[in-house]
């Protein structure tokens, strides 16, 4: 049974950072292309960026490209996101997405990133 926990939220200024964390139980992690997912109030939920199971390639959506980075620690059952030079417009809760390609999927709670000064 897919487990995720979102960690890392919160309120930030716009041009700073925050580091999103995802920690995965129930299932074989590296076996998984894990994903960040984003819902902003009135707006469906949106892609964000997806990494492979071995952590060997990333997709980003183009509006974050060069700005959020995906990463995950296969020991430690980890996913990140570290965001910089955040935009208001990041604001939404973020979702941490595991997919193990054959039909097994689950998702987090999510945690709140807001972007404001």
């Known amino acids: 049974q897919v487990q995720l926990v979102e960690s890392g939220g919160g309120l930030v200024q716009p041009g700073g950072s925050l580091r999103l964390s995802c920690a995965a139980s129930?299932?074989?992690?590296?076996?998984?292309?894990m994903s960040w997912y984003r819902q902003a109030p009135g707006k469906e939920r949106e892609l964000v960026a997806t990494i492979s199971g071995t952590g060997g390639s990333a997709n980003y959506e183009d509006s974050v490209k060069g700005r959020f980075t995906i990463s995950r620690d296969n020991a430690k059952n980890m996913v990140y996101l570290q965001m910089n030079s955040l935009k208001p417009e990041d604001t939404a809760v973020y979702y941490c997405?595991?997919?193990?390609?054959?039909?097994?999927?689950?998702w987090g709670q999510g945690t709140q990133v807001t972007v404001s000064s």
């Open positions: 129930g299932f074989t992690f590296s076996m998984y292309a």
């Open positions: 997405y595991a997919n193990s390609g054959w039909g097994e999927t689950g």
